[in-house]
DNA sequence: TTTTATACATAGATTTCTTATGTATAAAGT
DNA sequence: ACTTTATACATAAGAAATCTATGTATAAAA
């Protein structure tokens, strides 16, 4: 499983994307969300994921609450109102992008 | 049409993914193939693509010829033999991260 | 005892893109 | 006649997003 530089420029997306579908969930878990559906083909790297979330949280779109469990910290994410909207606009372009992919891959020799 | 910024870190796949389905082809003719098959959702800016350009043509990838047509000067791009075997490798990732994309825009509430 | 897993975070470097600018020809619109 | 749009290349400065490396800390597994 390579880092997948493809990745760059929807991460954001893919943040709020699960987010749509789980009402909370922390750093970590995400990373290994991302895995688990991309069955091992896309590794979210700490480095570009904590700077996203805490981006998403600046610009009100995420709101957080921490919690301790098994003695470690957890910081949740969740989407605010805003991000609500954000989310379905984002996820909604996503969608589109991919299947312009789709035709571009789709190619036949000319 | 937005300049699409989900491009980011696949827009050297792109255009790997339309020479292996031309013989050959020239900056402009690139942008608008782009335009013509995401149906007017990708533009891809000058700015990203001919540095994009010559950096494939730098790492020996990408063949030049130039032709002046109807007095205008005309840079042709093909892929090296070392270019087509990595747009094969190029664009299976993209395929398969296409894959794993569309699996986490598939989610359903948790 | 060491490695792996869990869980957060940041700094510096790198890559990649956007925006703006520049040159030049030709066709189309006003 | 003049301006805009299309064609065709290119680069520079800046912004944005990522990777790699590093750091702290606990717990479980090897």
Same mark, same amino acid.
């Given at each position: 499983?390579?880092?997948?530089q493809l990745i760059k420029g929807s991460l954001?997306?893919?943040?709020?994307q699960l987010l749509s579908h789980h009402s909370?969930?922390?750093? =970590?878990?995400?990373? $290994? *969300?991302? %895995?688990?559906?991309?069955?091992?083909?896309?590794?979210?790297? +700490?480095g570009a994921l904590y700077p996203a979330l805490?981006?998403?949280?600046?610009?009100?779109?995420?709101?957080?609450?921490?919690?301790?469990?098994?003695?470690?910290?957890?910081?949740? =994410?969740?989407?605010? $109102? *805003?991000? %609500?909207?954000?989310?379905?606009?984002?996820?909604?372009?996503? +969608?589109?992008?991919?299947?312009?992919?789709?035709?571009?891959?789709?190619?036949?020799?000319?």
């Amino acid at each position: 499983m390579a880092t997948n530089q493809l990745i760059k420029g929807s991460l954001t997306t893919i943040i709020l994307q699960l987010l749509s579908h789980h009402s909370q969930m922390y750093g =970590y878990e995400i990373t $290994q *969300k991302v %895995k688990e559906l991309s069955l091992g083909e896309i590794k979210v790297t +700490e480095g570009a994921l904590y700077p996203a979330l805490h981006k998403l949280e600046a610009e009100g779109l995420l709101d957080t609450y921490t919690e301790i469990v098994d003695n470690r910290l957890r910081k949740y =994410y969740k989407l605010s $109102q *805003k991000g %609500k909207g954000v989310a379905k606009e984002k996820v909604s372009e996503l +969608e589109k992008f991919i299947v312009s992919m789709q035709a571009m891959l789709k190619l036949k020799m000319v």
